[in-house]
């Protein structure tokens, strides 16, 4: 029900900014979808919002609805008139909005060039205020922030072990809405071999030639799969991950550089073989998650897996240092 109410939302605000935008300074291009006429955001508040970013065509190019996990920032001084902190400005506890933000203004005053493959005018962003903590009048900036830090610090704390208890459920209907026979390891990764491959195994000094495609285990609101990561063109450009800089296709890879998780399942198929992992979070990026890869904390993860190709090594080669078990396979950023 929370996932359909999420949908709702989403597609109730992406209708009602379709009409009667104002032009504010620099460019920028907005419509307050709702406003409890609270006092307005200043710089140096500390906020927590939820965010939706598209395309001028709809896309979806990242969302805090899809990982679950409000971003939480202290609103810097404007660089310039219409960025995105002058927009917050507008707002207050409670409101939510939709900004286009001009691509070329922007680029003109924080100086970084428009990316050459990028075409829109505007990118959009439809946001929602949670919580605004305010500096009072005379407030030393010390105290100001060990209040704001407690509170959020317990706010965050409480979106953790919401996310640990559904852990178990994540991981249960995801593997119920595909239908998958699953087996388990005695580590408790899960996983469905489609294809084994041939009959021999990496060793740890070998380089594995692997596709892949690492999903969380909730849908996108928008009802698609949420996927993170991939080497795989067709699937980045229709999950919204694409990048024209990345080299799409086969990705080396050595044993021990993975997720526990990730490392267990490689070594189950041989050359030419397939896998889906369902990955508990205690062999993947735990209580700590991988913020900047969007993976909150007690995430559950799944990998479609093939290996292309073992190239062993040679004849007395050293086995490589294990890297640290949470660092992930090769992004695609």
């Not at 009409?19 to 307005?40: A, R, V």
């Not at 909005?97 to 060039?113: C, E, G, R, V």
């Not at 073992?310 to 086995?319: C, D, P, R, W, Y």
Request: charged fraction near 25%.
């Amino acid at each position: 029900m929370k996932k359909k109410l999420v949908i709702l939302f989403a597609a109730t605000l992406g209708l009602a900014a379709c009409n009667n935008f104002k032009k504010g300074p620099g460019g920028i291009m907005y419509q307050i979808l709702k406003t409890d006429g609270k006092p307005k955001i200043v710089e140096g508040d500390i906020i927590k919002i939820n965010a939706i970013q598209k395309t001028e065509k709809d896309s979806v190019t990242s969302s805090t609805y899809d990982i679950q996990q409000p971003a939480v920032f202290p609103v810097s001084k404007k660089q310039w008139a219409g960025d995105i902190s002058d927009a917050l400005t507008l707002l207050a506890e409670g409101d939510s909005a939709t900004f286009k933000i001009d691509l070329d203004s922007m680029a003109k005053y924080s100086k970084q060039p428009k990316p050459v493959t990028q075409k829109d005018k505007y990118i959009i962003f439809t946001v929602k205020i949670e919580k605004v903590m305010h500096k009072a009048a005379g407030e030393a900036d010390s105290t100001f922030q060990k209040e704001a830090t407690a509170f959020f610090k317990k706010d965050f704390q409480a979106t953790v072990a919401k996310h640990k208890a559904a852990e178990a459920g994540k991981i249960k209907n995801f593997i119920a809405d595909k239908n998958l026979k699953v087996q388990t390891t005695a580590s408790g990764l899960q996983y469905v071999i489609t294809a084994p491959g041939d009959a021999q195994r990496a060793n740890p000094t070998d380089t594995i030639m692997i596709n892949y495609t690492g999903k969380l285990l909730t849908k996108k609101s928008d009802g698609k799969e949420n996927i993170f990561d991939t080497s795989v063109q067709s699937v980045a450009k229709e999950s919204g991950k694409f990048n024209p800089m990345a080299q799409y296709g086969p990705r080396p890879f050595t044993l021990g550089r993975a997720i526990p998780g990730f490392d267990e399942g490689i070594r189950l198929i041989g050359k030419g073989g397939k896998v889906t992992l369902i990955i508990p979070s205690k062999l993947g990026y735990g209580e700590g998650g991988m913020p900047q890869g969007g993976i909150t904390p007690f995430s559950p993860l799944a990998f479609d897996v093939e290996i292309t190709d073992i190239k062993h090594a040679k004849a007395g080669a050293l086995v490589p240092p294990a890297a640290p078990v949470m660092t992930p396979p090769a992004p695609t950023k």
